[in-house]
C-alpha cells in the first residue's frame, strides 16, 4: 500500500537556523507528493507541491524536492523564523495507472518550534 | 465565508450517544474529503464524494460510521453508539474536482471527545 514516513519530532530550533524534515514514501506509480502546514489554531494549509520526479517545489522559502530514485521529498529552508512554528505534514496522492480522485496519504506529522 | 467551515468545532459525547458532524465545503468544489486525526498522529483518509455520489468509503472504520452529501454540496458524518476510540480531530477538505494535483483546502476540524 502507499505510506509516508517523517522523520521523529519535534524539532526545536533558533531563528535564523537551517531546516531540514525528512520524508520518505512508498507508492505505485508515479504520486504527488505534497507538504502541508499546520499552523496553532488553523487548519491544514498547503505549503508546497511537486508532481513529477526531479521537480522542486518552492514557497514561503522553504524548499522539496521530488527524488523518485530515493523516494524522499524532505522540506528544507535556509533560516527559519519564530512564525515558522507548526505542525508539518508530507503527504502523497497515489495515481497508479493515471486514474486518481486525489485522496491524500498522509506522514505522521512533524512539530517544529522556532525560538527567537 | 471563502474557506471550508466545519460545526461543531468541539463535541463532547457520552458513550454510546450519536453525532453528527457538518462540513460546508467552498463553493462550487466537487470533491469532498472526510479524514480522521488521531492525538499526535497524521490525518487517515475515510470516505470520498464526487458531487453527491459516494465514490470511496473504505476508510470508514466501521459500520457506525455513515456519510453523506445529498444535494452535492453540505456533508454530513454520522458516528452512531460512539466508542472512546472515536475521539479524534475530524477534517474536511473539497477541491475543485479530482485529480492527483488539484489543491485540498481544509476546514479547520471538529474535535471530538467520547466520555
Known amino acids: 500500500g502507499n505510506s509516508v514516513t517523517q522523520m521523529e519530532g519535534p524539532v526545536t530550533l533558533s531563528e535564523e537556523a537551517f531546516l531540514t524534515i525528512n520524508c520518505t514514501y512508498t507508492a505505485t506509480g508515479y504520486p504527488s507528493l505534497f507538504w502541508y502546514v499546520q499552523y496553532p489554531g488553523e487548519g491544514l494549509q498547503l505549503l508546497l507541491k511537486a508532481t513529477k520526479a526531479d521537480d522542486k517545489g518552492s514557497n514561503k522559502g522553504f524548499e522539496a524536492t521530488y527524488r523518485k530514485e530515493t523516494t524522499s521529498f524532505h522540506l528544507e529552508k535556509g533560516s527559519v523564523q519564530v512564525s515558522d512554528s507548526a505542525v508539518y505534514f508530507c503527504?502523497?496522492?497515489?495515481?497508479?495507472?493515471?486514474?486518481?480522485?486525489?485522496?491524500?496519504?498522509f506522514g505522521q506529522g512533524t512539530i517544529l518550534t522556532v525560538h527567537p | 465565508g471563502a474557506g471550508v467551515s466545519q460545526s461543531p468545532r468541539y463535541k463532547v459525547a457520552k458513550r454510546g450517544q450519536d453525532v453528527a458532524l457538518r462540513c460546508d465545503p467552498i463553493?462550487?468544489?466537487?470533491?469532498l474529503f472526510w479524514y480522521q486525526q488521531a492525538l499526535g498522529q497524521g490525518p487517515e483518509f475515510l470516505t470520498y464524494f464526487q458531487n453527491e455520489a459516494q465514490l470511496d468509503k473504505s476508510g470508514l472504520p466501521s459500520d457506525r460510521f455513515f456519510a453523506e452529501r445529498p444535494e452535492g454540496s453540505v456533508s454530513t458524518l454520522k458516528i452512531q453508539r460512539t466508542q472512546q476510540e472515536d475521539s479524534a480531530v475530524y477534517l474536511c477538505?473539497?477541491?475543485?474536482?479530482?485529480?492527483?494535483?488539484?489543491?485540498?483546502?481544509f476546514g479547520q476540524g471538529t474535535r471530538l471527545t467520547v466520555v
Open positions: 477538505a473539497s477541491s475543485l474536482g479530482p485529480g492527483p494535483n488539484t489543491e485540498a483546502f
Open positions: 463553493s462550487g468544489h466537487v470533491s
Open positions: 503527504a502523497l496522492i497515489a495515481n497508479a495507472g493515471g486514474t486518481s480522485y486525489g485522496k491524500l496519504t
